[in-house]
């Protein structure tokens, strides 16, 4: 594993049941660059025209199995997958830098994903109805799309490539999947469990590159009906240009900017340890990361206090090593823009507490700025980093307005311990997902998740039961049984 030249494994393109595909590109460890952790072989046109075609070849007879049949295959790859836990959350984090603790849960979301929609199928069934017409009766039934295309972020490289491709399997559907370029290697093992579980060749197809090369020829395929895809807004506002333009479906899960108002009843340490979790938990690079915090006048100070001895806590380190809380930065260019958003917040006015020193590594240490103004970039932008904002208002309904100001909506959190305080936020604010007392971060799995505003299509949900609306079309059946 430490020897700087032979990697531990090397991902391919997984087509038709056969990996395939010459390795060149590496992948390090980000704690630790003398790990090699993967050499990955990149796709090209081709690549993708051999995975669809594959996809379409098998997806009849997959569609054409009992659908209690397809949700055993998932149930058996959550089994296999839960054999080698382990070994999948240690090379989760050495690709993409969380925790051992937040890999292993990710791992465990993947098994449970794989269980949840392995059961969804046993229960996929449609409505019966009745019709105005003597002698008829009228059911419906889902039916799965054909071949969909699923794209995804390095962020959660494992869970959610699962609760895309699991319900998308449930329903009958055949698989182009993309990872990031970043993280195949946890898509690796997802594609074994699936196989050795019994998936038959080409109903999962994977496929590996950068996405500014292959992304359109996957995205404009005609063959492909559907594309779900999670990342940032920019590209996934190319790809809902490229989808859209065919009439094909399309589903983007993308960033956030996302608020957590601490009101003056709360307790600070409590707020704190809440907006902690939320913002430095997971290095910051959740789509569901507290970015702003926004007080109120008579709880900043005591709020701000307590912020930074948690900030103290999150100290950064190799994911692998013991008592690691936080992991490092994916990448460089990653950390670049950690460090130009800190440099920007100082130039336009804001305080860095903490956090501002230029860092050894790839690591960030947790950083909180106050004095942000609603205006300040800092207080606008996804950065995607372990930087927390603190920024002011006056009462409850400010507070709200200041969360609303962004063009993004995906999680929202307040703490107090007022009821009705909580209620009013609650119906007011505008996001997918409103926690109130507990960190905007952590989803449960069958509970349907998406943004509203430029963080999401906001047409299909994902996760839950939910999620199989995307993935299928639904078909009315007219029975005549009497003349
Ligand atoms: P990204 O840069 O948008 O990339 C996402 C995926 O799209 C990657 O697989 C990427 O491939 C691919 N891609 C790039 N260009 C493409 C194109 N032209 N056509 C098709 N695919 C293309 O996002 P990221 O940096 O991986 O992840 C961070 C972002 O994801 C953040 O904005 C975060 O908020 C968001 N996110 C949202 C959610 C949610 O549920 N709302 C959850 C997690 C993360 P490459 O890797 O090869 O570039
Ligand atoms: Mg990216």
Redesign the pocket.
């Known amino acids: 594993m430490t020897d700087p030249q032979t990697p531990t494994h090397e991902i391919r393109h997984f087509i038709a049941g056969e990996w395939t595909g010459t390795p060149t590109r590496e992948r390090r460890n980000p704690a630790r660059p003398d790990d090699l952790v993967a050499v990955i072989a990149d796709g090209d046109a081709k690549t993708v025209d051999a995975a669809v075609r594959a996809a379409e070849e098998a997806q009849p007879a997959w569609a054409a199995l009992p659908a209690p049949a397809r949700g055993t295959v998932l149930l058996d790859a959550a089994e296999i997958l839960r054999s080698r836990a382990e070994r999948a959350a240690r090379d989760l984090v050495r690709e993409e830098g969380k925790t051992l603790a937040e890999a292993r849960g990710e791992v465990r979301r993947a098994i449970d994903v794989l269980r949840f929609y392995g059961g969804e199928a046993w229960r996929l069934g449609g409505d019966h109805l009745p019709s105005s017409v003597p002698g008829t009766f009228v059911y419906t039934r889902r039916e799965p799309l054909g071949v969909v295309a699923v794209?995804?972020?390095?962020?959660?490289p494992i869970a959610?490539p699962a609760w895309k491709t699991a319900p998308a399997l449930a329903a009958g559907n055949a698989v182009v999947l993309?990872?990031?370029?970043?993280t195949p290697v946890s898509v690796k093992h997802l594609a074994d469990c699936l196989t050795e579980a019994g998936l038959p060749a080409g109903v999962l197809n994977v496929v590996n590159?950068?996405?500014?090369e292959i992304?359109?020829d996957?995205?404009g395929d005609p063959r492909v009906a559907a594309v779900s895809?999670?990342?940032?807004?920019?590209?996934?506002r190319?790809?809902h240009s490229v989808v859209s333009a065919r009439h094909a479906r399309v589903q983007l899960?993308?960033?956030?900017k996302n608020p957590l108002v601490v009101l003056d009843d709360a307790d600070p340490a409590t707020a704190a340890r809440i907006a902690a979790a939320g913002g430095f938990g997971l290095t910051g690079q959740?789509?569901t990361a507290s970015s702003r915090v926004i007080t109120t006048p008579g709880v900043h100070d005591a709020f701000v206090a307590a912020l930074l001895k948690e900030a103290d806590r999150y100290r950064p380190g190799d994911g692998l090593a013991e008592g690691t809380v936080m992991g490092p930065v994916v990448s460089e260019p990653q950390l670049a823009t950690d460090r130009r958003y800190l440099d920007l917040a100082a130039q336009e006015g804001g305080q860095v507490l903490c956090g501002g020193a230029r860092p050894e590594g790839l690591y960030q240490a947790p950083a909180v700025v106050t004095g942000v103004h609603p205006e300040h970039t800092i207080a606008r932008e996804?950065i995607?980093g372990p930087v927390i904002g603190v920024l002011t208002a006056d009462d409850l309904d400010s507070a709200i307005d200041l969360a609303n100001d962004v063009p993004f909506g995906?999680a929202a959190g307040i703490v107090t311990r007022d009821l009705g305080a909580a209620h009013r936020f609650a119906a007011r604010v505008q996001a997918g997902v409103v926690k109130i007392n507990r960190p905007t971060t952590g989803l449960d799995l069958n509970v349907p998740?998406g943004?509203v505003k430029d963080?999401?299509t906001n047409t299909y949900r994902?996760q839950g039961s939910t999620a199989l609306d995307f993935y299928t079309w639904t078909k009315s059946v007219y029975v005549g049984f009497e003349d």
């Open positions: 794209i995804t972020p390095w962020n959660f959610i993309k990872p990031a370029e970043l590159g950068p996405g500014s992304g359109d996957l995205t895809f999670t990342g940032s807004v920019a590209v996934g190319h790809i899960e993308m960033g956030g959740a789509c996804e995607f995906l998740f943004g963080s999401s994902e």
